[in-house]
């Protein structure tokens, strides 16, 4: 029932008209008026803020030419990108009327024909300088975006993190396992210097970056940051990835000149604002959504119409829940990515219940919400895991196991989004120490746990995505498949929840269960 209402919904078409973008109205030129660039980033699917960010280009376009950009990560992470592989988002973003976007890593989670066919519909210019065909210099889409505001002209420059190759896979091989796409990585500094250069020698007045590289270290240190200290000739950079909260942070370019690096969060808590004065002076800064009293209508309308489309699925009743279920701490940094929560706990043992498996993982990326006590709804369970992963059972020996958790754990403290939430095992992490997982302990079925045996066989439930080579580090690739596609991994916490759990979570998951030990 649930995958016929999926293709139900989303093989609804919507007939509404697109707007003219406001800010393709003609005007006559003039000297008094500021630019200023309204951007957004890891929107994940939060479809509420579509409406307010067109809705403050709206009223700002009277005395300032005013445009809205995106730095990617729109079409999946939440309850309308699952229900229909991303066709809603873009249903609210074409009536948005953006001058330029770029691709997120998450926009190649349903493959590259699927991306492709979405970022079509949304009528936007797209802007990717490192994403190509495999063995072809020329990107996919155009290495920078010309936009005319007033007497200027701004050029926007796209690029995409290099880790999408190998966390988002599927986008780049065919179904027969066949590469069909690259990205740009030893070379990504000049691809990115060179669009610049031509974008300049074209005319533009100003370069802004449109990055979704964020500034955390990666493995192949690609970061805003050190794409900013590397070049010249960049006049801001937009960032996104990493859900950072960045109003304005000044980074030197190569030639020891300060550019502006801001990034928005994630999942429309604030809208960005660039301003561009006349003097040629750069301002960013952060606008709360929910302070912003302007909405556009024609925008407001497409996300009513589709809200109220899911509605009835994503208010059906799951369960109810005495205890919050958390991903962050109380300051909002995502402990789920670098230490065990009772999100982590709860999820992995869906998986371990719906797979039969000796032990169950579950990639702390994977987990991407979190709900307070109360009822629990089908939209929250999606929410918390909103991607199309289908539940794969494998057979691996335990030095794989080992393996496994010392390289998705070898980051600490920073976060990994491979970090590894378990079910039927214990392990324990210490930090001063290398390897550092020491301690693995497997729960036996009368519920003793013995020490792992690295010469004996195990059975593993996890995501398809970690066992193809996007997650936990390629290192599951080569185990062996016993069943795949078992069930999509939304719908095997469902499951357990109403069955296993009989539709309620008590206070055994008001804290971590204690199976993953960190020492200093």
């Keep these: 029932m ?33 630019i200023v660039i309204l951007y957004e980033n890891d929107v994940h699917c939060e479809v509420s803020g579509y409406s307010k960010l067109a809705g403050l280009r709206d009223a700002i376009q009277d005395t300032a030419w005013c445009c809205c950009v995106s730095s990617g990560d729109f079409i999946q992470g939440g309850t309308a990108g699952s229900l229909s592989k991303g066709q809603y988002i873009v249903d609210i973003m074409k009536n948005v009327g ?6 997120g890593n998450h926009e190649f989670d349903y493959g590259n024909r699927r991306m492709s066919k979405l970022i079509e519909e949304i009528h936007a210019p797209v802007t990717c300088v490192n994403y190509k065909k495999l063995g ?52 990504i500094y000049e691809v990115v210097q060179n669009a610049v250069d031509a974008a300049r020698q074209e005319g533009a007045d100003y370069v802004i970056i449109l990055s979704h590289l964020g500034e ?17 000739g960049i006049d801001a950079l937009l960032d996104g990835h990493t859900h950072s909260v960045v109003p ?20 429309f808590a604030n809208v960005g604002k660039l301003v561009i004065k006349k003097n040629g002076t750069i301002h960013t800064e952060l606008i709360p959504t929910q302070d912003i009293t302007f909405e556009n209508e024609i925008v407001k309308n497409a996300t009513d119409s589709i809200v109220s489309m899911y509605e009835e699925i994503v208010n059906r009743h799951v369960c109810t829940s005495e205890v919050p279920i958390m991903i962050n701490d109380a300051q909002g940094i995502r402990e789920v ?16 219940y719906v797979t039969g498996a000796d032990v169950a993982l579950a990639n702390g990326g994977g987990i991407r919400a979190q709900f307070e006590a109360g009822e629990v709804k089908y939209g929250d369970i999606i929410s918390l895991l909103p991607y199309e992963n289908q539940l794969t059972l494998v057979e691996v020996k335990g030095q794989k196991i080992l393996d496994l958790l010392n390289a ?94 009989n539709g309620h979570i008590g206070q055994e998951y008001a804290k971590p269960k204690g199976r993953i030990i960190i020492k200093e």
């Design 2 to 34: 649930n995958k016929f209402l999926i293709t139900l919904l989303t093989a609804i078409s919507f007939g509404m008209a697109v707007s003219t973008p406001a800010y393709a109205i003609k005007r006559k030129k003039t000297d008094t008026k500021s």
């Design 98 to 103: 953006y001058a330029s976007i770029t691709l």
């Design 136 to 187: 072809e210099s020329i990107p996919v889409y155009k290495p920078y975006v010309m936009h005319k505001m007033g007497d200027k002209t701004v050029a926007f420059v796209g690029v995409l993190t290099p880790t999408t190759i190998y966390t988002e896979e599927i986008g780049f091989f065919d179904k027969s396992g066949k590469q069909t796409h690259e990205l740009s990585v030893e070379n």
């Design 216 to 232: 955390d270290d990666n493995k192949f240190h690609v970061t805003s940051h050190s794409l900013i200290k590397a070049t010249n």
């Design 248 to 267: 304005q942070l000044m980074v030197d370019n190569k030639d020891g000149k300060p550019v502006a690096v801001t990034q928005t969060g994630t999942r």
């Design 337 to 352: 990515r670098s230490k065990e929560t009772n999100s982590g706990d709860l999820v992995s043992e869906s998986f371990k």
């Design 408 to 501: 998705c754990t070898k980051s600490l403290p920073l976060e990994d989004g491979d970090f590894p939430q378990v079910a039927g095992m214990k392990y324990t992490i210490e930090l001063s120490k290398e390897p550092r997982v020491t301690e693995v302990m497997i729960e036996s079925k009368e519920g003793e746990y013995k020490p792992l045996d690295t010469e004996a066989t195990y059975t593993l439930g996890t995501i398809n995505y970690c066992v193809t080579g996007g997650g936990f580090k390629g290192i599951l690739k080569d185990a062996k498949i016993i069943e795949s596609n078992i069930m999509l991994y939304n719908d095997a916490l469902v499951e357990y929840l109403t069955k296993e759990k």
